[in-house]
């Protein structure tokens, strides 16, 4: 274990903003984790996993820990069940791909989402009908005051839309290691009524799909949407989905018949951001280096060497317009250093 000074993180995000990190280590074990944790010299700390949910707007002046456990374990099974244990560093979309190659079912719907999986239980990470809390057991995180390890079952992570426990009251707190899924073997419950797999899995010439077809069906859509972060810097949704109430909703639908929204529980409903964002003309928008992707309104996107001012200032323009527009605030889902 090394630690480095005056490290680029721009290999560390997905948008590929250069900023530098007065200090850089990567951790493969818990045991250098803790060590680590423990060094009173560096008090600001960040701690980085996948790194495609952040927007670096500035230098990071401290401590940036890199996570880097690996692992993949199966703890238990039975006839229809399996749990697998992960380690934080693993890549998320290759853990999806471990469990189709074994069929193991649940996570299907979630492939080729950026980041790794220690950092996928934050925003509770979603797609296509399915949540990662769907099939989450449970998870063992490391405390950074204590160095102890605790274990997190599924009640104790008020897990929500984009949401949990590790992005508000345990923000900071805590360093997930690994987390454990609740796999089936076989009678897959399978996920196909979001709108655009049916009709993939139909081109497909599909009917009675496995999870291998539903990951390559999700696979396909995503590719043809949303940019690869390898080729075109971003971090994918920026915005979370607005939920509005139903009497606001009623209201704009008299000057905007054709505005979608998503039945949610009681008097609310979702509004798909991308839709307001692309009817504000924001849509494929290019400034300079950054800009909106011109397949999907939510993603903003650095086309080489942007800085994160730069994106954070467009987002909020956007937020800016779309409040004065629809009376809606949209939410960044992206954590802003
Ligand atoms: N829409 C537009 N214009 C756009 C984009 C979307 O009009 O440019 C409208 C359309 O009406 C479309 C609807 O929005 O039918 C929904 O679009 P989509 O299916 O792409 O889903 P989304 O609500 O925009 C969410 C997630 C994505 C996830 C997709 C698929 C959030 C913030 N985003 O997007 O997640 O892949 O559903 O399930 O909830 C991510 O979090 O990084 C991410 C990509």
Redesign the pocket.
């Known amino acids: 274990m090394k630690i480095e000074q005056s490290i680029s993180l721009k290999p560390y995000n997905t948008f590929g903003i250069h900023a530098t990190a007065s200090y850089f280590v990567s951790v493969s074990t818990i045991e250098e984790l803790k060590q680590i944790l423990s060094l009173k010299k560096y008090p600001k700390k960040l701690i980085l996993g996948g790194g495609s949910n952040m927007l670096l707007t500035q230098n990071f002046e401290g401590l940036v820990i890199h996570v880097n456990l690996k692992g993949i374990e199966i703890v238990s099974e039975d006839e229809n069940f399996v749990l697998v244990k992960a380690a934080a560093g693993e890549n998320w979309h290759e853990f999806v791909m471990y469990c189709i190659n074994n069929d193991f079912g649940g996570v299907e719907n979630l492939s080729l989402?950026p980041g790794n999986v220690g950092t996928a239980p934050i925003q509770n990470?979603?797609?296509?009908?399915v949540e990662l809390k769907d099939t989450f057991e449970s998870c063992e995180a490391i405390s950074v005051e204590t160095q102890l390890l605790e274990t997190f079952n599924k009640q104790d992570c008020h897990f929500d839309y984009?949401n949990s426990i590790f992005k508000n009251e345990a923000k900071g707190n805590y360093i997930i290691t690994n987390v454990t899924f609740k796999l089936s073997k076989q009678n897959h419950k399978l996920h196909i009524n979001?709108g655009?797999i049916a009709s993939e899995l139909e081109v497909m010439h599909i009917k009675n799909p496995t999870i291998q077809d539903i990951s390559k069906a999700v696979i396909s859509i995503?590719e043809s949407?949303?940019p690869n972060p390898k080729v075109i810097g971003n971090s994918?949704?920026f915005?979370?989905?607005p939920v509005v109430s139903k009497t606001h909703y009623n209201k704009l639908l008299q000057n905007f018949e054709d505005m979608?929204s998503y039945p949610i529980s009681g008097d609310d409903v979702k509004i798909?951001?991308?839709?307001l964002?692309?009817k504000a003309g924001f849509?494929g928008k290019r400034f300079g280096d950054y800009g909106v992707h011109k397949?999907?309104?939510?993603?903003l996107v650095n086309y080489g060497n942007a800085k994160g001012s730069d994106i954070l200032d467009l987002s909020q323009l956007i937020q800016k317009t779309i409040e004065q527009l629809f009376g809606i605030y949209i939410e960044a889902?992206v954590n802003i250093l």
Do not use: H, M
């Open positions: 989402i990470i979603g797609a296509y009908g984009r979001y655009t995503r949407k949303l994918g949704s915005f979370k989905n979608p798909p951001a991308g839709w964002i692309e849509k397949n999907q309104a939510l993603v889902e």
